[in-house]
């Protein structure tokens, strides 16, 4: 069984989009978060949600919006894609918020190529 | 602000050993190791929770220097399967969690 999974796999699209990344997790978790990795490997933190709450909304363009209809998952929109906006994008979810030291677990990402 | 880790990356021939470093100006409350091979997920390794701890995991161990405000990795007579770009995490209290810039290994036989 796959602990957090996210679709799809791979996105291409062009610019001027809109487009939907979906994840779910069966691990029972009450943390969410999307991650962005650039091509230098950087992963940096877009979004976390705790029961399905907001709790860290990082520097990200108004055109990303995270939505979380329960615990178990969590979405990412993105309105008006950009060139920039090409990279890997990762769900992942800990037991309890990492700053309480949970371990993430990750999805296998998504591979977003906007051209 | 980002950890520092260091190496950016380094290149081994099996059996060799392989020290990570993971450092923070600020203080460090814990730190968590993760390993990421090449086209998957990164994987969590291990939590440093206070100052001194040590871990392990197989041949992969790490340590915590609260007062130096950093983390070593050290992997032990590496393995092809230790080949992946790895990262720690760090917590610095609050909310606020962030990833080092990674260093890539490589292992070849």
């Known amino acids: 069984d796959t602990a957090v999974s996210q679709t799809p796999k791979y996105l291409v699209t062009q610019m001027g989009n809109d487009k939907s990344i979906k994840c779910e997790q069966n691990?029972?978790?009450?943390?969410m978060y999307w991650y962005k990795q650039d091509s230098k490997k950087f992963l940096k933190i877009m979004f976390s949600?705790?029961?399905?709450?907001?709790?860290i909304n990082e520097t990200v363009p108004n055109r990303f919006s995270p939505k979380s209809p329960d615990k178990a998952h969590l979405n990412l929109h993105i309105n008006s894609l950009e060139l920039g906006d090409s990279a890997v994008y990762f769900c992942?979810?800990?037991?309890?918020?990492?700053?309480?030291?949970?371990?993430?677990?990750f999805g296998n990402g998504t591979r977003l190529t906007v051209t | 602000q980002q950890p520092v880790q260091s190496p950016q990356a380094v290149i081994l021939r099996e059996g060799e050993d392989a020290v990570i470093n993971c450092s923070s100006s600020?203080?460090?409350?814990?730190v968590h190791w993760y390993r990421q091979k090449h086209g998957e997920a990164p994987v969590f390794l291990m939590i440093?929770?206070?100052?001194?701890e040590q871990k392990g995991h197989d041949k992969i161990s790490a340590s915590f220097n609260e007062k130096k405000q950093q983390s070593s990795l050290y992997l032990t007579a590496s393995q092809l399967s230790y080949s992946g770009t790895y990262f720690c995490?760090?917590?610095?209290?609050?909310?606020?969690?962030?990833f080092g810039a990674g260093t890539r290994l490589f292992v070849k036989a």
């Open positions: 691990l029972g978790h009450d943390t």
């Open positions: 600020k203080a460090l409350y814990s």
């Open positions: 995490l760090k917590n610095t209290g609050g909310f606020k969690t962030i």
């Open positions: 949600y705790n029961n399905k709450e907001l709790i």
């Open positions: 992942a979810s800990s037991q309890d918020w990492q700053g309480n030291n949970s371990p993430l677990h």
């Open positions: 440093l929770l206070k100052g001194g």
